[in-house]
């Protein structure tokens, strides 16, 4: 499975539990780490963990597993790390207060209906 296979496929486990702001940053060119950042919102703590099994179920069907999962039992800001795609998922506070879009701006900005 490609890196953008397992992308659409976050993507989708984020927008079936409503995600907000969903953004792709692909940083294949500038990090050796993952091909693709995947970033979004949730309303609150239930929301946050929600968003992030879904997207752990949708890998989990074709076979992807996460290397590692950090900050699930805070919900402030998730990090998914599947190898070639890394999903933070934040509640809004901490999404501001990162920037994780500005801090990777080196990346590209990938529509979402790119992938």
């Known amino acids: 499975m490609t890196s953008k296979e397992m992308a659409k496929l976050a993507i989708e486990g984020l927008e079936d539990k409503k995600a907000e702001d969903i953004k792709v940053?692909?940083?294949s060119e500038v990090s050796v780490m993952a091909d693709y950042f995947i970033i979004a919102s949730g309303l609150n703590r239930n929301q946050v963990q929600a968003l992030a099994d879904n997207v752990e179920e949708k890998l989990h069907?074709?076979?992807v597993h996460p290397r590692q999962i950090e900050g699930y039992q805070s919900a402030?800001?998730?990090l998914m790390d599947f190898n070639d795609i890394i999903v933070h998922i934040f509640?809004?506070?901490d999404r501001l207060f990162y920037n994780l879009e500005k801090i990777?701006?080196?990346g590209k900005m990938i529509e979402i209906s790119e992938i």
Do not use: G, L
């Open 91 to 93: 509640n809004e506070e």
């Open 25 to 27: 940053i692909d940083i």
């Open 76 to 78: 402030n800001w998730i």
């Open 104 to 106: 990777w701006m080196d």
């Open 61 to 63: 069907e074709v076979k």
